[in-house]
């Protein structure tokens, strides 16, 4: 039985560098040849583990139904066995599924199911990945007191425990919900914060980029009209240096944005092309669950 275990590790590794070869077809049939050895000896720890990653390609592949069909039975074994921080997880991934087809309600359920489980044991990191994807979905849904609520305690935990990257981009989102409730300057002021970590984490010109834009409309909005000016040429150059001619083009336009408005009072709204600078693993990736030592 140790054998096969340890085969079916191997074989369910082998699928996760086939993912990262984009070989999608490739990784499904490791993964299920490693579920058929997994079955044979009973191993549900793993099973639940290549469950759960299987969902995650059908995800990426647009197959929110066979994703969810995987979800479903690797949470039903981890809640069977008593894995309750891993089921979480799995809670986790369905709330993401449930948001991107458009099932608010449910999310929301599965996402607080998630996070008393990890409250109650005091998980942080995951505490705070659960409540920044509430905090998003709260944003889609235009619930922008709430959104502010579970964005700032993600963010006191990622200020207190990292990484850097995270907490830039929750500032963002936050500055989010304050600029669609008119509060533009604290929004302003969360995008400070953010460039601050961005330059820290190091990170590409296209988000750096993405976060001058969003600074310099809502420095137009206040009436700054020295620092939107200066922040649009950043936004330009930083967009150039990332070959990203479109985001280049919008941000020369930026000024005469600004001056078609001059004088119109409105609700602040951060630009589209700023919200979507981050990388995709910062919206809403099916969390992976690695087949842990315990089951080899």
């Known amino acids: 039985m140790g ?73 039903a074994i981890n809640r069977r066995d008593g894995r309750a921080d891993v089921a979480a997880t799995n809670l986790v991934n369905l709330a993401g599924l449930a948001s991107l087809t458009g099932d608010f309600a449910r999310a929301v359920s599965l996402y607080r199911e998630a996070l008393a489980t990890w409250r109650e044991r005091e998980q942080w990191a995951d505490m705070a990945d659960a409540l920044r994807g509430l ?3 709260e944003l889609r849904r235009g619930d922008y007191p709430a959104a502010r609520t579970d964005l700032r305690e993600a963010l006191d935990i990622y200020d207190r425990t990292g990484p850097a990257a995270d907490a830039f981009a929750v500032r963002q989102e936050m500055a989010g919900a304050l600029a669609a409730q008119g509060e533009l300057q604290g929004a302003l002021d969360e995008l400070r914060q953010a460039q601050h970590l961005a330059d820290s984490a190091r990170v590409g010109a296209g988000v750096q980029a993405g976060i001058a834009l969003a600074r310099a409309d809502l420095a137009a909005q206040l009436n700054t009209r020295p620092e939107s000016e200066r922040l649009y040429a950043s936004a330009e150059l930083l967009y150039h240096r ?12 930026g000024p005469g944005r600004a001056a078609a408005r001059t004088g119109q009072t409105r609700r602040g709204a951060l630009p589209a092309r700023s919200r979507a600078a981050y990388p ?10 690695a087949d842990p030592a315990g089951a080899r």
Do not use: H
């Open 135 to 137: 905090g998003e979905l």
């Open 242 to 253: 990332a070959g990203d001619r479109a985001g280049e083009a919008e941000a020369q336009e």
């Open 3 to 75: 054998d096969i275990r340890v085969q079916a590790n191997a074989i369910a590794e082998l699928a996760g560098v086939s993912e990262t070869r984009d070989d999608i077809a490739g990784a499904r049939q490791y993964y299920a040849q490693a579920i058929a050895l997994r079955t044979r000896i009973g191993d549900s720890r793993g099973l639940a583990s290549d469950y759960n990653n299987l969902a995650g390609l059908a995800q990426d592949a647009g197959d929110f139904d066979g994703a969810r069909q995987q979800l479903e039975a690797a949470l």
């Open 280 to 289: 995709a693993r910062y919206r809403e990736p099916a969390r992976r669950v």
